[in-house]
């Protein structure tokens, strides 16, 4: 009875899981409309954010796995955070297909470190870009010293980018240092003093040749794609709402991981209560959800998270106290999905992750199992202790008979003292409460947290009243 009830109780997590994440939107538009040659419009308008951050990751990573000819961003922003504008170009950085900016309108601040990311940039006729000085969250200026260890970290970072891309990296550096001065021969394009900002003539002004920074002028995407011979079908991906929600899940992690292992831990220590064995289906549905729609995880390592559920479930139902093959290979499979499910691989990495890649998810992963430790460590010394977790616990089906644990007289009516040191043998499965006999007596009782199968003989560590605490004979 008890082996069916955790099982059946496990077919009901299981339900709930694949029931949440039957919800799941599609991981973007992307994968129904990106056909191999399409040109690909990502918008990217409003304030650089970690959910702008998600939504560029997986849209780029969606464009070069199905064979897009380009990728242009339809930038149109003040600026933003600095973290996630870095965060923006190591990816930009990273695409093998063609990029273009279409700076429509505006790329200031943190806007115009991600144009210079891209192979090429257009610009609207009325529209600027640079303007990258770092400031604080309110908008004033940094402390001194700090500002400078910014702007020379962030230099750098800009030079590079602009130099991987084919543009003027002093450009790059005037957009955020006043006191760089910009010299194309002996041409001083900007004297320091002053942030730089270009308008589209003066960024699409060609000196020696080569223009400043634009590639041309193009009165929209369509026009844009006319002068960079682009002929493939325009398809334009927009942010969804589920973008901020995939940012916080993803940076809670760790605490939905640690809330599926003690749900489902609870969910195994008292059998009666099917609260926490939703609580852990919500919080491992989440999990797996965030990272499918920030673009980290696809169905397929949901589905070995099944599979390692389905094998844990075969222990369950077949193998019980006998083998333990079936639960460790499903545990292995639900650890390695969850691992794999947070790895950020882009198109063209070898299969197996590097060490770089494994890094954030095995801190992530292992903050969630001490924690669990930890917590479940005192769950299992004091949970038995309390009234909440006993009106559970003795539900499940026990053999009939005299309890001696019954109510405080029937205990005291007894002929037969219950006291530490006491033998007796278990009657149910003990996990960690059932019945145990005692000579001709059938005693409620309750473990210090192990399982002990029937027919095992056990020994009296504590009888306090109405509570006998046992532990597993050693013969």
């Not at 891209?118 to 990258?132: L, Q």
């Not at 604080?136 to 970290?153: A, F, R």
């Not at 920074?213 to 709402?241: F, H, M, Y």
């Not at 290979?329 to 992750?353: H, K, N, Q, S």
Request: aromatic share 8%; glycine share 8%.
């Amino acid at each position: 009875m008890a082996t069916y009830a955790t099982a059946k109780t496990m077919k009901t997590l299981l339900s709930i899981l694949v029931a949440i994440l039957s919800f799941a939107p599609p991981l973007t538009q992307a994968r129904e409309v990106i056909h191999k040659g399409d040109v690909v419009v990502v918008e990217m308008h409003g304030e650089i954010s970690p959910s702008m951050f998600l939504f560029i990751r997986r849209t780029t990573k969606e464009a070069e796995t199905r064979g897009a000819s380009a990728i242009i961003f339809d930038i149109n922003t003040y600026g933003g955070r600095l973290d996630s504008a870095e965060q923006i170009t190591n990816v930009l950085n990273r695409v093998n297909v063609p990029t273009y900016s279409f700076i429509n309108t505006n790329a200031g601040s943190a806007g115009a470190l991600i144009a210079l990311a891209t192979k090429h940039i257009y610009m609207a006729p009325v529209s600027a870009i640079g303007a990258a000085a770092p400031v604080l969250s309110t908008g004033q200026d940094l402390p001194v010293t700090m500002k400078e260890k910014t702007i020379s970290y962030w230099s750098a970072l800009v030079r590079g980018s602009a130099i991987k891309n084919g543009h003027n990296p002093d450009i790059g550096e005037a957009f955020m240092d006043k006191e760089k001065e910009v010299k194309i021969g002996d041409r001083v394009v900007h004297k320091k003093g002053t942030l730089l900002t270009l308008n589209a003539q003066e960024a699409a002004e060609k000196i020696n040749g080569k223009p400043l920074l634009a590639d041309g002028i193009a009165e929209s995407i369509v026009d844009l794609t006319k002068k960079a011979g682009l002929n493939g079908n325009i398809t334009a991906l927009e942010p969804t709402g589920f973008e901020r929600l995939a940012f916080w899940i993803t940076a809670l992690a760790p605490l939905l991981l640690l809330g599926g292992i003690i749900g489902a831990y609870l969910e195994f220590k008292i059998p009666g209560a099917s609260l926490p064995g939703i609580i852990a289906a919500i919080c491992f549905a989440l999990f797996f959800l965030g990272h499918y729609l920030a673009g980290l995880a696809g169905w397929e390592v949901v589905a070995i998270f099944f599979l390692g559920v389905a094998l844990v479930l075969i222990e369950i139902l077949f193998f019980a106290h006998s083998t333990i093959v079936f639960g460790v290979a499903g545990i292995f499979l639900m650890l390695a999905a969850i691992v794999w499910a947070m790895v950020d691989r882009y198109p063209g990495e070898t299969f197996f992750p590097s060490g770089r890649m494994l890094a954030l998810p095995l801190v992530n992963l292992s903050i969630a199992l001490i924690a669990a430790a930890i917590v479940i460590g005192i769950l299992a010394r004091y949970l038995p202790r309390t009234s909440f977790y006993r009106r559970f616990a003795l539900v499940t089906s026990n053999p009939s008979g005299t309890s001696m644990a019954a109510s405080g007289r029937e205990f005291a009516a007894t002929a037969i003292p219950i006291s530490a040191g006491m033998r007796g043998i278990a009657m149910s499965i003990l996990r960690p409460s059932g019945k145990a006999r005692f000579a001709d007596h059938i005693v409620d009782v309750i473990t210090q947290g192990e399982f002990i199968a029937p027919e095992t003989p056990i020994t009296v560590v504590q009888a306090d009243g109405m509570r006998v605490v046992v532990k597993a004979s050693a013969s």
